[in-house]
């Protein structure tokens, strides 16, 4: 289960190749993910299944809500059965089945028409808000350069063959007290900031449920250093002075 954190892709030729050769099924968490896209291939098309986010928090937005994509035929009528609550009333009404009836595990997962209207809005804008993004997050890359060549905090790096789409902007400074730092300075200007994920392997639940080979220093350390900055359609009359609070900081 790839994430493509930050709407960069993973290595997906390399996950791809693991895959086939250990009979695995690839799952794309590509909620953050939405216009961007691995050496010309959009992401959540690559692996058997995908799933992308219409969150608020999201480039494209319904409020609440996601989509599924099923890219491995075998899976597609199993999908829209649980869709359909677990009916097989899709095939019924195709004329495939005589009679409908409940035959899986199934829930309502359907968007109203009020939420798939707004989200349609979204959509017929995805480039302009894709270009305005992509627009914002350069001129954080540029001003903080020379930030990054001091050693004061390092920037995000993209490869060369990943499209992004400017999901987020964050930076890695040098440890959690000048994190700590940096937020408080953004707080005392109204400006919200965030440090993201808790390592799943150190939350309550992960624990639980999931397990870990051996310890993982370098995620816990990135965890403590990582720091999102404000990114969002409208954010650019205050972007430079979000860029010099960190600045003044570090």
């Not at 996601?66 to 009404?93: C, D, H, M, Q």
């Not at 804008?125 to 350069?138: F, H, N, P, Y």
């Not at 990054?148 to 790096?157: C, D, I, N, S, Y």
Request: a neutral charge; aromatic letters at 8%.
């Amino acid at each position: 289960m790839p994430v493509h954190y930050a709407g960069v892709a993973c290595e997906m030729d390399a996950i791809m190749d693991i895959s086939r050769r250990h009979n695995l099924l690839v799952i794309e968490d590509a909620a953050q993910g939405v216009m961007s896209s691995y050496k010309g291939r959009p992401l959540g098309s690559i692996g058997d299944l995908a799933a992308v986010s219409f969150h608020e928090t999201k480039n494209v937005i319904s409020g609440e809500g996601g989509a599924l994509l099923v890219n491995n035929p075998r899976f597609a009528e199993r999908a829209e059965i649980i869709r359909e609550k677990g009916t097989n009333r899709s095939l019924f009404f195709r004329g495939q089945v005589d009679k409908y009836t409940w035959v899986d595990v199934g829930s309502s997962y359907l968007p109203g028409e009020i939420i798939a209207a707004f989200l349609w809005a979204q959509m017929e804008e995805v480039d302009a808000i894709t270009r305005r993004r992509l627009s914002m997050w350069g001129t954080y890359h540029q001003w903080f350069a020379e930030a990054e060549r001091a050693g004061k905090l390092r920037r995000p790096v993209v490869p060369g063959h990943c499209l992004h789409n400017a999901h987020m902007y964050y930076v890695l400074l040098p440890d959690l007290d000048a994190r700590t730092a940096v937020i408080a300075r953004l707080k005392a200007l109204g400006v919200h900031s965030v440090f993201h994920y808790i390592p799943l392997h150190s939350a309550p639940a992960g624990r639980k449920y999931a397990r870990a080979h051996g310890e993982l220093p370098v995620t816990e350390e990135i965890s403590d250093r990582l720091l999102r900055l404000p990114m969002w359609v409208g954010l650019e009359d205050r972007q430079t002075e979000v860029i010099q609070a960190v600045l003044s900081t570090v």
